[in-house]
């Protein structure tokens, strides 16, 4: 029963982030890319990538990884709009777009992992 209630909590606080970080981007960068969507799924990426590492050293209870990871990363994360997003782009006959929304999303997310895991590596470095 716990281990719902470290998802409900996580996946609440990440939707909500989500919602602000998206409407964000969307209000100074416009609407006509999904730009809220992207900046959520690679900053989401970079921010599980650093976790991760930061994690890695230390025992964290399986709970507080499931509360982190599934719950407020996922509930952070929008792959599923991102997808969308990219289908409705296509569909507007705006391939270009549809086809860059995939790179962009796909590339920078991979990288920010990597960038965010060697972040913790630093970060961990420096406090030794």
């Given at each position: 029963?716990?281990?719902?209630?470290?998802?409900?909590?996580?996946?609440?606080?990440?939707?909500?982030?989500?919602?602000?970080?998206?409407?964000?981007?969307?209000?100074?960068?416009?609407?006509?890319?999904?730009?809220?969507?992207?900046i959520v799924n690679v900053?989401?990426?970079?921010?599980?990538?650093?976790?991760?590492?930061?994690?890695?050293?230390?025992?964290?209870?399986?709970?507080?990884?499931?509360?982190?990871?599934?719950?407020?990363?996922?509930?952070?994360?929008?792959?599923?709009?991102?997808?969308?997003?990219?289908?409705?782009?296509y569909k507007q006959?705006?391939?270009?777009?549809?086809?860059?929304?995939?790179?962009?999303?796909?590339?920078?997310?991979?990288?920010?992992?990597?960038?965010?895991?060697?972040?913790?590596?630093?970060?961990?470095?420096?406090?030794?």
């Open positions: 029963m716990y281990k719902i209630l470290y998802l409900v909590a996580g996946g609440a606080i990440g939707t909500g982030a989500r919602y602000f970080v998206s409407g964000i981007a969307q209000k100074y960068m416009g609407s006509g890319f999904p730009w809220g969507t992207l900053s989401g990426a970079f921010v599980i990538g650093l976790i991760w590492g930061l994690f890695e050293t230390v025992e964290i209870r399986s709970g507080l990884r499931m509360f982190v990871f599934i719950g407020i990363l996922g509930g952070f994360t929008t792959f599923s709009s991102y997808a969308l997003e990219t289908m409705n782009l006959g705006e391939i270009k777009m549809a086809v860059f929304n995939i790179l962009v999303n796909n590339i920078l997310a991979i990288i920010l992992v990597f960038v965010g895991f060697m972040a913790a590596r630093g970060i961990l470095g420096i406090l030794k």
